[in-house]
C-alpha cells in the first residue's frame, strides 16, 4: 500500500491505516525526540503526543511535502515546546568572548569520534544547539529553521554562524 493511500485512508479515521502509520514512524520519530529531549520517556510521550496532533489534524497534511517530514516537524516542535514548558535553567553566554570562524572548514581531527561529536554539541547554549541541531543533524536550511524556531532568517544564520563556531572551539579541547 502506498503512502498517499494510508494518508487518505487516515482522513477517513481509518484506526487500521492509523496504526500502519504509527508503525511506520514511531522508531525514526523517537530518535528525533530523543535527540532533543535525552530522556526516554520524555521522548516516548512526545512520540505520542505527537501521533495525536497529527491525527487530529491530518486534514491540513497537504502532500507538498513527504508524510514523514510533515510529522518531523510536528516532532521537532513538540520537542521544543516540552523543553519551554519544562523551564529548565538557562545560563546566558556572553558572547562577546566568542570568536566567530566565518570558513566552511569542518574538517576535525580524526580522533575525535561522532559520539564526542554529539556530546559537545549537547554543551552549546540553547540558543545555538538546536540551531545547530536542525542544519547539522536534521538537514533543514535557514528558512526552515527560521519558521520552526520562530526567528528571522538573519538570526537564524548568524545562531548558525557562532553555534558552529563555538562547537569547533569545543572540540579543539
Known amino acids: 500500500m502506498f503512502q498517499i493511500d494510508l494518508v487518505e485512508r487516515c482522513k477517513a479515521n481509518d484506526r ?3 496504526l500502519k502509520l504509527y508503525k511506520q514512524y514511531c522508531d525514526a520519530m523517537y530518535y528525533i525526540a530523543f535527540g532533543f529531549l535525552k530522556n526516554c520517556d520524555d521522548a516516548e510521550d512526545v ?3 505527537s501521533f495525536i496532533k497529527a491525527f487530529q489534524r491530518i486534514e491540513q497534511y497537504s502532500g507538498e511535502v513527504t508524510f514523514g517530514a510533515w510529522l518531523k516537524r510536528i516532532v521537532i516542535n513538540r ?3 516540552f523543553l519551554k514548558h519544562r523551564k529548565l535553567e538557562r545560563v546566558e553566554m556572553n558572547e562577546s568572548h566568542l570568536k566567530i570562524i566565518e570558513n566552511d572548514d569542518w574538517s576535525i581531527a580524526d580522533s575525535i569520534t561522532v559520539q564526542e561529536v554529539k ?3 549537547d554543551k552549546l547554549p540553547e540558543k545555538y544547539k538546536y540551531v545547530v541541531r536542525l542544519f547539522l543533524v536534521e538537514g533543514y536550511d535557514h528558512s526552515e529553521i527560521s519558521e520552526i524556531l520562530n526567528l ?7 545562531r548558525l554562524l557562532r553555534g558552529k563556531g563555538y562547537l569547533r572551539a569545543l572540540l579543539k579541547n
Open 79 to 81: 520537542s521544543l515546546d
Open 152 to 158: 528571522s532568517e538573519s538570526a537564524c544564520r548568524t
Open 119 to 121: 556530546l559537545k554539541m
Open 16 to 18: 487500521k491505516a492509523q
Open 47 to 49: 512520540v505520542q503526543e
